[in-house]
């Protein structure tokens, strides 16, 4: 989601003063002193997962009031080891939930699939140790007030956000979230292009979700294949609103995001405009490659217009992958509209949000 307009201070997790974590945050503090913004510095770390938690912790304490401290560092009792799963398959949390299998993981946080005392099957979002998230300032809490303000079929719901028993003395939050069985977008489109009818129904749920999220006042900020979750029916389910306004897919970047400007519902219309395209080509507008030039390509050149598609279609997905946010469509169902796809259905309903833009 959008990151609101001061940004907490986190927990820190930067290492003590062993030469390894010396080199880390020297690294880090190069990318930081270069990339003009979070997402690009997040971009630059790839896959490095200490790389990217010392290039955060970094730029969080960047936005303390007091500014980054040089002896600033973790407590000695309290290290933090990632591949250290707080809550294994079998285990019962909060007495309540007992854990079927893990879903996946990111950087924060693990979702695992759980069953209720009722037996209704349920995703379980459980924040790290020591991340951010456990302290309860972002992502998670941001998620819960982003999600838990829409109320619409192609938007993940979310149902609850609770306090875990402290263990190992770091209080740990868990959400509790839809069940969705099915695949990613990202999996679906890894087989192939997808043919006319089932991309069209896909796009429409997508749109309609997506508008919602801009309805209750919200930005996604990082809208993706992989951040979307196909049900059986092939209905989406857009999933993963807690991001704080940190895009860190770059090949779905407008050139806004590239920039480190505010986050805003153009910057989700152009990644629905790139994932329309990966839909109906199974591949991306760009080539893979590095940040900058990536950065310079999407400034510089419109993506490659489509072929082997309905005209309509094509132009749809050119406004929406314009340069300029002002040319895109007011919103995504207008854009699907215009070339002839009916929107979906059902309309949303959005309560009030405790934050408006993150």
Not at 275 to 292: D, F, H, Q, S, V
Request: hydrophobic content about 40%.
């Amino acid at each position: 989601m959008g990151r609101s307009e001061s940004a907490p201070p986190r927990p820190d997790r930067l290492a003590n003063g062993s030469d390894n974590a010396m080199n880390l945050n020297q690294a880090a503090q190069s990318i930081l002193n270069v990339a003009p913004s979070l997402a690009l510095a997040l971009a630059v770390c790839g896959a490095d997962r200490q790389l990217r938690d010392a290039v955060e912790d970094l730029w969080y304490l960047s936005q303390s009031p007091e500014g980054p401290s040089p002896t600033e560092g973790p407590s000695p009792t309290m290290p933090v080891d990632k591949n250290e799963e707080p809550l294994g398959p079998g285990s019962t949390v909060a007495g309540r939930f007992r854990i079927l299998s893990e879903l996946g993981h990111g950087g924060t946080a693990t979702v695992c699939h759980a069953e209720s005392e009722t037996g209704t099957s349920v995703a379980l979002k459980i924040a790290y140790p020591g991340s951010e998230a456990a302290a309860g300032t972002c992502p998670l809490r941001a998620e819960y007030a982003a999600a838990s303000a829409i109320h619409h079929p192609n938007v993940r719901r979310v149902d609850e956000l609770f306090t875990l028993e402290p263990r190992r003395a770091r209080v740990l939050q868990a959400m509790v979230m839809e069940y969705i069985e099915g695949e990613t977008l990202a999996r679906r489109i890894s087989r192939g292009p997808l043919p006319g009818d089932e991309l069209e129904r896909i796009a429409r749920g997508i749109a309609a979700g997506l508008d919602a999220i801009h309805a209750a006042g919200l930005v996604h900020g990082d809208l993706k294949p992989g951040n979307i979750v196909l049900r059986k029916d092939l209905s989406p389910a857009i999933v993963d609103l807690g991001n704080c306004g940190t895009a860190i897919s770059p090949d779905y970047m407008s050139i806004e995001q590239f920039e480190g400007k505010p986050a805003t519902p153009a910057d989700d219309l152009f990644a629905l405009g790139a994932i329309l395209y990966e839909m109906a080509t199974g591949n991306r507008p760009w080539p893979k490659e590095e940040l900058l030039p990536a950065a310079i390509r999407r400034a510089t050149k419109d993506a490659p217009r489509l072929t082997n598609v309905p005209a309509g279609f094509a132009a749809a997905v050119a406004s929406l992958l314009s340069r300029d946010p002002a040319a895109r469509p007011t919103s995504a169902t207008r854009a699907l509209t215009l070339v002839g796809v009916k929107p979906a259905g059902r309309t949303c309903r959005h309560g009030h949000a405790a934050v408006k833009r993150r």
